[in-house]
């Protein structure tokens, strides 16, 4: 017993005796490279997440970006946990009616309307205004982007197949980012030059040059009246109280609302608590998995949106009595119907990206970030891509979005108002001092994917990249399946899972998750994309 002990407190002083470490995972190797280079010139997890964001802008179009907006969860060395809302918000031309009666007439997904004003440029501002180390300059951290952009940078088979596919649906002001539309092929040098002098411009100007100087008006004469001055010149980036509950010794942070990822997390994290999910990922677990998901998503449709425009009971939902009686209610053996009506869509494809990174300080960040589709609405102007996010609205209420996610008056569209979203950054605290930084695109499996890693990693003692790599399940109560990755489940699996009244549907992946932790990077290798991971440890 003696010894047991003994080992045990080894163990968890081990990584301080070893010394602290650093650790980054993004989606593309480039900014992966800016993300070390920041932290190896003395930058803190902040600036180099600054660095990144816009790195990210230029090697991953498709959803990096300076058109969209996204989420930061942060947790300091200090013990400081904070949340950075940098959601796109409505501009004051949408109304609650500006997308019936149907998606023929204005599109929420296509073109000029398809657009809120973008957060990402205010949000990289906040981020560096209270996190940075200021160790470098802002238009210091911009460097590497705008070189990226310049000069170029070699194109990967998997970029250059998109833009082979997608490229004829884009359209914009000037020149384009991919200029002039050709075949490509993998390794050719890809330039983006009005995209350098953009990200030359909020170097030097500050989020001012975006929001208020030239780009803004060239924003507003794109947008033919949709965004008006005023939308841009008000934006603002939030810093919101993130949400956090025990979990097996953990401290987990998450994103409250405008997302509803950090509820639908907290809530399913909780539930599984109190079922018999037992020491192993059994089809027993699968099923309660889908059940707890089914309920998550319906509280999800009901209760969130942005909490400027409606009482959202965010904490409530997370309350341990509130998850018992509600979450109660699930059968053990087999599956219960939902009880919505409302038809369902198919689920189209989509993008957004994730970067996790940790210092060797302890500062850590999960960033989420999305033009929501792929190219986001496919128009450019001043050589990035806008964000199609305003489909992320109820934009009819009880009609599915392109995630197939319905939602009610909560999450109706108004002027100034932020569309709910499922992104879902997130950060565990171990007992130790251990940090795990979370994340992954994927639209509606965000929640359950997240969920999905914590439950292997935490509960069934897996290594970080073990839960990021395993194939994940996703349900969400409408449409009413329970999806599948490719390779997830054995046929007995299924079988027993059809047994218990689950209809089930393969998808060929479900996210691409980027995570990091104290002793290890666990970028998502195994699906489509280029992720890369970087991890190193400091002796001192
Ligand atoms: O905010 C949301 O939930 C969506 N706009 C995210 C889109 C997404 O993850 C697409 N990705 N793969």
């Not at 650093?22 to 480039?30: I, N, Q, R, S």
């Not at 501002?125 to 180390?133: I, N």
């Not at 590497?144 to 998109?162: E, K, S, W």
């Not at 639209?443 to 509960?459: A, D, K, P």
Request: glycine share 10%.
């Amino acid at each position: 017993m003696k010894h047991l002990l003994f080992a045990g407190i080894c163990l968890a002083f081990l990584p301080r005796l070893l010394g602290q470490s650093e650790a980054v995972a993004t989606a593309h190797p480039l900014a992966t490279i800016v993300a070390a280079d920041i932290l190896a010139q003395g930058g803190n997890a902040y600036d180099a997440a600054v660095a990144t964001h816009f790195a990210l802008a230029v090697v991953l179009p498709r959803a990096g970006n300076l058109g969209g907006g996204g989420f930061a969860l942060v947790h300091s060395a200090s013990g400081e946990a904070a949340a950075l809302d940098f959601r796109e918000t409505a501009p004051q031309a949408a109304s609650r009616e500006t997308y019936l009666p149907s998606y023929e007439t204005i599109s929420s997904l296509r073109g000029i309307a398809a657009s809120g004003v973008p957060g990402s440029v205010a949000g990289m501002w906040e981020l560096y205004a209270r996190f940075s180390s200021k160790s470098l300059s802002w238009p210091e951290l911009l460097q590497p982007a705008i070189l990226l952009a310049d000069t170029g940078f070699q194109i990967t088979p998997f970029l250059a197949g998109l833009l082979n596919r997608f490229q004829e649906d884009f359209s914009g002001v000037g020149e384009g980012p991919f200029w002039p539309p050709h075949e490509w092929q993998p390794g050719e040098r890809l330039t983006q030059h009005a995209l350098a002098e953009t990200l030359k411009d909020i170097a030097l100007g500050g989020p001012e040059a975006f929001y208020q100087g030239i780009h803004a008006a060239r924003l507003v004469e794109w947008s033919e009246g949709w965004f008006a001055p005023e939308d841009l010149g008000t934006y603002r980036a939030i810093w919101r109280e993130p949400l956090r509950a025990p979990y097996r010794g953990y401290q987990v942070f998450s994103m409250p609302p405008p997302s509803s990822g950090g509820v639908a997390l907290i809530q399913l994290l909780q539930a599984s608590e109190m079922l018999p999910l037992g020491r192993r990922w059994t089809t027993e677990s699968m099923h309660l998995f889908a059940e707890m998901a089914q309920i998550a998503y319906q509280d999800r449709a009901q209760y969130l949106g942005d909490p400027a425009y409606m009482e959202v009971p965010a904490w409530a939902l997370v309350d341990s009595a509130y998850v018992a009686g509600r979450f109660g209610q699930i059968h053990a053996q087999k599956h219960q119907a939902p009880e919505w009506e409302q038809s369902h869509e198919a689920i189209e494809s989509y993008e957004t990206t994730h970067y996790s990174i940790l210092d060797s300080a302890g500062n850590a960040v999960a960033v989420t970030t999305t033009l929501n589709g792929l190219f986001g609405s496919g128009q450019w102007v001043d050589g990035f891509f806008m964000n199609n996010e305003m489909d992320d609205f109820a934009t009819q209420p009880g009609v599915p979005n392109q995630f197939g996610l319905i939602g009610y008056d909560v999450n109706a569209v108004a002027p100034g108002k932020r569309m709910l979203s499922s992104m879902t950054p997130t950060i565990l605290c171990a007992p130790n001092g251990d940090k795990t930084v979370l994340g992954t695109p994927g639209g509606s499996t965000i929640i359950t994917n997240v969920f999905q890693v914590i439950l292997h990693y935490v509960r069934y003692g897996e290594s970080l990249q073990a839960a990021v790599d395993r194939k994940k399940l996703h349900a969400q109560g409408l449409p009413e399946v329970l999806y599948y990755e490719e390779g997830a489940l054995t046929k007995r699996q299924m079988k027993d899972l059809q047994r218990r009244g689950h209809r089930l549907e393969a998808w060929k992946q479900i996210g691409r998750f980027q995570g990091v932790s104290t002793r290890a990077a666990a970028p998502d290798r195994l699906r489509s994309g280029d992720s890369k991971g970087h991890f190193k440890r400091y002796v001192r």
